[in-house]
């Protein structure tokens, strides 16, 4: 069992760049798969990037080339850094750990890309 919590959200303009952290605890972080959603009012949650306990990654084609998923062990924390933002990456970001059968979510961290 694991807890999730986002930060790292916030207002920023078009082009400019953004850096999420997820921080778990509760268990054994290195043995989880973890993966950011996102989801826009009135937009089903789409998955933007995942990263396996062995570092394997994947990208969502929309964000390809311009986002990047890491993850820290000994720090309890996955990253998702995000350049060249732009306003169709406004969403509410969450952060979700699998092992198996099972699926934790982290409560969210809003991010708005305008002008």
């Known amino acids: 069992q694991v807890q999730l919590v986002e930060s790292g959200g916030g207002l920023v303009q078009p082009g400019e760049s953004l850096r999420l952290s997820c921080a778990a605890s509760?268990?054994?972080?290195?043995?989880?798969?973890m993966t950011w959603y996102r989801q826009a009012p009135g937009k089903q949650r789409e998955l933007v990037a995942s990263?396996?306990?062995?570092?394997?990654?994947n990208y969502a084609d929309s964000v390809k080339g311009r986002f990047t998923i890491s993850r820290d062990n000994a720090k309890n924390t996955v990253f998702l850094q995000m350049n060249s933002l732009k306003p169709e990456d406004t969403a509410v970001y969450y952060c979700?750990?699998?092992?198996?059968?099972?699926?934790?979510w982290g409560q969210g961290t809003q991010v708005t890309v305008s002008s």
């Open positions: 509760g268990s054994i972080f290195s043995a989880y798969t």
């Open positions: 979700n750990a699998v092992k198996l059968l099972y699926y934790y």
């Open positions: 990263i396996t306990s062995g570092g394997s990654t």
